[in-house]
């Protein structure tokens, strides 16, 4: 049995009472690793020294915990595209390569706070652009329960080093379903939470107005835990919401009796799995087992969202990447005439087919005489979808449905074509276009490959998501079930 | 929707400053093509009178007091450019 099979309540109190140290925690992460990770691919960078030092001098403070933090001695792996002072930060990406920060990102610093120990930086899509870790320029992350399928993406890295127990607590990044869909595909919980609520400063940007941390875990406690931990205002962020921070854990007593719960019927529609509708009709009946009522409804602009996204994802990389000069930081082409001419080798030789192009298809849609037609028509039906969720959240609690339409898809299999592999995250892009938070809780299998159970809430609505995902998990033991490496 | 010409794409190319050759331009407009017809399903859909949206918050014009604070010291903006030279990034020649 791993120490990470506790949650951080049991690690704590086995760290208050003297019987494990977090040296023996932090040991217990690079020897997974060591174990396991040749086969996952999950990290791009380790930081074992700086990790060991930290370790040993919060070993000293063991037994006068009094000005320890929320997660004190816990390892925690971070998604690559989260700015880490001193430690590489590459995006999974050639253009960054040898990166190296000279700042933290918000959450990095609100993660020191919290005694949390940094174990390495996670494999991910290069910019997060991608559905599977195969657009990684440096490496294919593995699935842990089928080393030959894709752990999602784009944090890949950070649901699948969760999931094959290399680290008990990692931080992703969600766009159009970057956290929640690996999380489904690897068997562990993932929270993107309302927009805002989580500083972005440090986050290398792809998507502003979408883009969100969020926390990768085990269980749903030690998930509510990590967002207490991250989330709140930052005049660095000025998009950060200006509300107060809830201690999740407190709202986890097992209880839905009461809530009323949606599910949409184009969440579980047309181009679903069957096996994946049948484990969303065994989680209405658990919670309403459990006291709640659920009931159809309809979020009619559901099947706009992915063109939607597409357009104005790729619109606001195209501006964000533009930074990406070869001046400053990063790869520089080594031979260039003129500076236009070095701009343009960096960023062909540095970027990926994928982001290329997304960069692409964003210059273009706001390129002069189709703005109208694209840009500004996207943001216009980005109104409607998110009216959808207003209007259900007028009479329910929460929205529930399934947070991908199959399971973990084969390495290979979907990587030709681009719009097949958009298709994957059809149930996840509306809750970013809208900024509400979602989860995914583990709720079956398929195939030996692990299912998720989305839930959403209204704007700052965390609460209520856990509540429901927590009452869930407790009467369900999927989440028990470890993959075999 | 028009078809998206070669021409059309090395100028998207130009605007994104990607260099791309003749094949690459040609792959990138049958992906373009592609994605663009799957995107127009939007215009079934009738946005007469309603905003864009562009932040989902209820917030604009976040205002902050115009206090000077130290920027970040020169050694360390320079630190992971590629190149520089008496404390600026150094470029090759930008006028003829």
């Known amino acids: 049995m791993s120490l990470f099979d506790h949650k951080l309540s049991e690690l704590q109190e086995f760290l208050h009472k003297k019987e494990i140290t977090v040296t023996d925690l932090v040991n217990e992460s690079y020897q997974r690793i060591s ?132 680290v008990p607590f990692a931080l992703g990044s969600d766009t159009g379903g970057s956290i929640r869909q690996p999380a489904s595909f690897c068997g562990v919980v993932g929270m993107k939470p309302t927009y805002g609520f989580v500083s972005r400063y440090g986050l290398v940007a ?30 660095l962020d000025s998009t950060s919401a200006n509300v107060k921070v809830p201690h999740f854990a407190d709202s986890l007593k097992g209880d839905v009796k009461g809530l009323r719960i949606a599910v949409p019927k184009e969440y579980i529609g047309e181009g679903v799995n069957e096996e994946v509708k049948k484990s969303i009709k065994n989680a209405i009946k658990v919670l309403e087992g459990l006291g709640a009522t659920c009931e159809e409804v309809s979020l009619p602009h559901s099947k706009y969202a992915l063109a939607t996204y597409y357009l104005i994802a790729s619109s606001e990389a195209s501006a964000n990447l533009a930074r990406f000069d070869g001046v400053r930081y ?15 080798k960096t960023r062909a030789e540095g970027f990926g087919d994928e982001v290329k192009r997304r960069i692409m298809l964003g210059t273009f849609a706001l390129s002069s005489g189709y703005y109208d037609a694209y840009y500004k028509k996207a943001q216009k039906v980005r109104t409607l979808i998110k009216k959808d969720f207003e209007d259900v959240f007028q009479n329910y ?89 | 929707m028009s078809k998206i010409s070669a021409d059309q794409v090395k100028h998207v190319a130009h605007l994104a400053r990607i260099a791309v050759s003749n094949e690459e331009a040609e792959k990138m407009r049958d992906e373009l093509e592609k994605i663009t017809a799957f995107v127009e399903k939007l215009n079934e859909v009738n946005t007469d009178g309603v905003e864009p949206t562009s932040h989902v918050l209820n917030m604009k014009n976040v205002m902050r007091e115009d206090v000077p604070t130290d920027g970040l010291p020169r050694e360390k903006v320079l630190k992971n450019a590629p190149q520089h030279q008496d404390g600026q990034f150094r470029v090759p020649s930008i006028l003829e």
């Not at chain 1, 997660?71 to 971070?78: A, E, H, N, T, V």
């Not at chain 1, 919290?114 to 559905?131: P, R, W």
């Open chain 1, 35 to 166: 174990e396991v990770d040749g086969k996952v691919n999950a990290f791009l960078t380790l930081d074992e020294e700086r990790a060991r030092n930290s370790a040993k001098s919060m070993d000293k403070q063991l037994g006068n915990e009094s000005s320890a933090g929320l997660l004190f001695g816990m390892p925690i792996g971070i998604k690559d595209n989260i700015v880490t002072k001193g430690l590489r930060t590459t995006c999974a990406s050639k253009i960054l390569e040898n990166f190296d920060p000279i700042y933290n990102a918000t959450v990095v610093e609100k993660l020191h706070k919290a005694d949390t120990v940094t174990i390495g930086k996670l494999n991910m899509d290069e910019f997060a652009m991608g559905s599977s870790n195969e657009n990684s320029g440096f490496k294919k992350t593995h699935n842990p329960w089928n080393l030959e399928k894709v752990p999602g993406g784009s944090s890949g890295g950070s649901a699948a080093a969760v999931a094959a127990g290399e």
């Open chain 1, 206 to 235: 792809f998507a502003s107005s979408l883009d969100q941390i969020g926390p990768i875990t085990r269980t749903v406690e030690d998930n509510a835990y990590l967002l207490s931990a991250i989330a709140g205002h930052d005049p």
């Open chain 1, 330 to 344: 990063g790869y520089r082409t080594p031979e260039a005439e003129n500076l236009i001419e070095l701009y343009k």
């Open chain 1, 397 to 485: 609690d929460v929205i529930i449905g399934p947070t991908t339409p199959t399971p973990a898809f084969g390495i290979g299999e979907n990587i030709s074509d681009p719009v097949t592999m958009y298709v994957n995250d059809i149930l996840t892009i509306p809750v970013n276009l809208a900024g509400v938070p979602g989860i995914s809780v583990p709720c079956g299998f398929a195939e030996g490959m692990p299912l998720g159970l989305q839930i959403i809430g209204n704007h700052f609505g965390e609460s209520t998501v856990y509540q429901v995902a927590h009452a869930f998990e407790q009467a369900t033991d999927y989440h028990k079930q470890k993959p075999q490496l």
